[in-house]
Each structure stands twice: as C-alpha cells, then as structure tokens.
C-alpha cells in the first residue's frame, strides 16, 4: 500500500513537472534595434511532440510558425518573414523551464540569444 501510494505520489510529480514545462501557451520577449524597443508575442499549441502557433512582431503582422516541435523539454520551429520583397527563414530553439524559454535565434549564418517570458 506504501509502495503504491508512493509511485502515485512520484508519477504525479512527474506529470505535473512535465505540464509545468509545456511550451502550450502566449509568450513574449523584447529586441532592442536601433535604440529602439520592440516586442515580440509567440501563442504556442502542442498536440503531441507536434508544436504549431503564431508569431507577432513588432508590425503586429502574424506569423504561422513552420517545422515546429518539442521534445525532452527544447522547443524549435522557424518562421518565414518578408522585408523589401526578400524572404527569409528565422529559426527558433530553446529550452522551457516553467515559465521562461531560453535558447537561440539563427538567420542566415547570424545567432542570438532569446528569453520568452510566459504571459499569465
């Protein structure tokens, strides 16, 4: 009876755990450009390890995000935006602690760090 209320108490913990680390939710984050502060929004769905959800920079235009995924904690997926009629591919990775993802952002051969913050 110990033993069984015991691996009740330890998988519990361990799903609560797993759930406090879930990427689903509204993210946002600051970029500084030009002396400027612009903030970013990330609504995120999780269906599996299968992630899919919306970015909004700092024109408010909303971004599907593409390739997304999550898995032993690390969320990535990329987003394709225009600028001057040029396409181009910005990829996310990170890893979620509770309510903060902390991780890289990679376009073209630049990288840089983020840190999302979870909106409550």
């Known amino acids: 009876m110990i033993r069984t209320m015991a691996a009740v108490f330890i998988l519990g913990s361990i799903a609560a755990a797993a759930q406090d680390a879930s990427p689903a939710g509204k993210w946002k984050w600051s970029v500084e450009r030009n002396g400027e ?4 929004k990330l609504e995120l769905k999780l269906d599996g390890d299968k992630l899919s959800g919306t970015y909004i920079g700092r024109d408010n235009k909303e971004t599907p995000i593409a390739e997304g995924s999550f898995k032993d904690g690390e969320v990535k997926f990329q ?5 001057d009629g040029q396409s181009f591919t910005i990829k996310y990775s990170g890893k979620v602690s509770a ?3 902390t991780g890289k952002i990679e376009t073209g051969d630049r990288t840089r760090d983020w840190k999302a913050e979870r909106v409550k």
Do not use: Q
């Open 37 to 40: 502060t612009f903030e970013n």
């Open 79 to 83: 987003i394709t935006r225009e600028r």
């Open 99 to 101: 309510d903060t993802i």
